[in-house]
């Protein structure tokens, strides 16, 4: 239990540290189109992991199961 807390707290503070590394290098006129970007490019690789696991997980083979294979491949 007490993993999964600071993995939540690690992981609740990642968007504002990004937000905060960006503005080091951009105007502030340039930090919303910036921001932006990342927050739409996480939501595309969201996507595309979830078609790529369902594809991985459907694929057919007798000698591992399909479960141990998308953790065999995703890493």
Do not use: D
Not at 53 to 67: E, N
């Amino acid at each position: 239990m007490a993993a999964r807390f600071f993995i939540g707290v690690f992981e609740a503070s990642f968007a504002p540290g990004v937000a905060m590394y960006i503005s080091y290098f951009y105007p502030r006129y340039q930090f919303g189109l910036r921001f932006g970007v990342f927050a739409s490019a996480a939501a595309l690789a969201s996507s595309f992991a979830g078609a790529l696991a369902y594809v991985i997980v459907h694929i057919k083979s007798s000698k591992i199961a399909t479960w141990r294979l998308l953790f065999l491949i995703g890493e």
